[in-house]
């Protein structure tokens, strides 16, 4: 499956990204590697595997990338699959955007309603004594004021089918309210080059890209 960029990367992404402690070269291959495990999904799996699939490599390779390049940490934090940085001040999950996502002089939106876990992001408004103890080096816990001060960031993506393969818009974007579900107001954005992949298969629904919603167990 080969990938490529459609156009050449804008002026200013990489010094952007570069002040948050990320590059370019962790969030693209995050993408492929969703679009990847999306394929290997057939009309006979249950509804929504690719995209769930896509979710499940997208959180795994922006953790790897992150921990092995940058010695960050995996969190789970409110319910929120995350990965974070070593001085607990910035963490990035994410999130499947509409059709503006990407296009800088457009407003997107996330394209599936979101839980109360992001909007409490977006407020800093997290409930404590929710996230289980740390098991190993590469995860970890926030005390009460690391967490009112963790800015969580997504790395919001959109697919389109292109001629011949599909093209994945994406940014990486500040979300600062949330009404109803759905952002609606960005604190940031930056809007990445798109990037393009051949071979396409017949996409199945996305599936969830947060796990929210608490369980009770009988």
Known sequence: MAVSLVAPVPDGVHAKLASLGTKLEYLHPALYAGEAARRTATPNHPANTGGTRAYQEHVRMLREAHIRHEGWKRLLHDHLELVYNPEKTLAIGTMVGDAATGNASLHPTNLHKRGAATERAAEHNVQLGLFPQPVDPNEALLDEDEALRLKTWFLVSYRVKAEGGVRIHSELSLPGQVDR??????????????????????????????????????
């Open 181 to 218: 579900g759905f952002v609606v107001k960005w604190e940031q954005r930056i809007p990445l080059p798109v990037i393009e992949m051949d071979e396409i298969e017949l996409p199945d629904e996305d599936g969830p890209d947060e796990i929210d919603i608490p369980v009770e167990f009988r």
